[in-house]
């Protein structure tokens, strides 16, 4: 399966230093504002390419996104973050994840925030621990397919296989390390914000042997 991130993720992270302000009022689970799209005219009508047959879209699927790839992908999101510009809007974007949602009008009281902080911290550390060791990984399935080119062997591909199962096994590690890493509040909040936000922005591809089955029965219809 081919997994993607969509734009609306990559833009929440951009705007973050602009929705603070909305986030901390906690009227919005969205911490990004959008405008209403104004009504396009004929000629300048561009219809949206499509997704493929069989791509599965959280939006409107989120309990078809396996929570394996939905923690990869936030992980991953989280870590490689070198400027400190890079690193103070990632940690603005966390600190929405673990703000009080419970508080109402009423603001986060000292000890919310300093317990908010920690989790904050906390699921930092768990992503630089992905970065660390997942990138390694990722480094050694880009040379094996730059050695074999435009089409992987045979052998390149059971190697391949390897690597993805250490990454599967690694990925689950971390999951089940959340909770005493993050505490029975942290995992709470965090689960609940990849079931119901996170994993409505991510889609899920058809694998490309889906992909040519589709494309046969439509030309055998």
Known sequence: ??????????????????????????????????????????????????????????????????????????????SGRNTEDEKNRARAYVRMIFACRDCGSQKETPQQKEAAQVEVEALFSVASDFEKHVGGLDRQAREIKGQSGAKVDKESRIKLGQLKAQKDTFVDSLMASLPSRLGASGVAKLRRYIKEEFKQKVKIGPAPAQRKQVAQAGTSA
Do not use: C, H, W
């Not at 833009?11 to 009227?27: H, N, P």
């Not at 799209?37 to 396996?66: N, S």
């Open 1 to 78: 399966m081919k997994v993607k991130l969509t734009a609306v993720l990559i833009i929440t992270l951009i705007a973050t230093s602009l929705a603070i302000t909305t986030a901390s009022s906690k009227t919005s689970k969205n911490p990004v504002a959008a405008k209403a799209p104004t009504a396009p005219t004929a000629a300048t009508t561009t219809p949206l390419p499509q997704d493929p047959t069989g791509t599965i879209d959280g939006a409107t699927q989120p309990d078809r996104i396996p929570d394996r790839v939905a923690y990869s992908l936030l992980f991953r999101f989280l």
